[in-house]
């Protein structure tokens, strides 16, 4: 904040030492010095109450997200217990297997008879011989 080198402190303590004088000058710097740390104690005490109440806040925001993330994990449970629940519920008011299925107890049905094959009188077939084609001698 201020640039105090070396060379400009002297010159503030000689102009001290002749504004104020030997004699008063030690009782001054202490006093000097006490207020000077009176004020670096309350500057840390702000520094210290600022981040706790910065941690705080980060605490609660954390708090927030955790509480927000835990309230859907448990709204997606309870959909997913209340769909499993409607499932186990249609599957036992649903229809019995026997009626899907059919009775395992029962005789199994006949096959159709096939139709019987019967020529008509009135149909004839006649063969016709096949040829074989002549060869010619060239």
């Not at 010095?33 to 000077?36: D, E, L, Q």
């Given at each position: 904040m201020f640039d105090f080198t070396s060379s400009k402190l002297l010159i503030l303590g000689l102009v001290a030492l002749m504004v104020i004088g030997p004699k008063d000058l030690p009782a001054l710097l202490r006093t000097i010095?006490?207020?000077?740390g009176m004020i670096k104690r309350h500057a840390n005490d702000f520094r210290a109450q600022f981040e706790e109440?910065?941690?705080?806040?980060e605490l609660a925001e954390?708090?927030?997200?955790?509480e927000t993330?835990?309230?859907e994990?448990?709204?997606?449970?309870?959909?997913?217990?209340?769909?499993i629940e409607q499932h186990l519920a249609d599957a036992k008011a649903g229809t019995d297997p026997n009626d899907i299925l059919?009775?395992?107890f029962a005789a199994p049905p006949k096959p159709p008879e096939p139709a019987?094959?019967?020529a008509?009188?009135?149909e004839t077939t006649v063969a016709t011989p096949v040829t074989a084609p002549e060869k010619s001698g060239a």
């Open positions: 010095g006490k207020y000077v109440a910065m941690r705080e806040s954390i708090r927030k997200q955790v993330a835990t309230k994990a448990e709204a997606t449970m309870k959909s997913a217990e209340a769909n059919g009775d395992p019987p094959l019967t008509s009188p009135t």
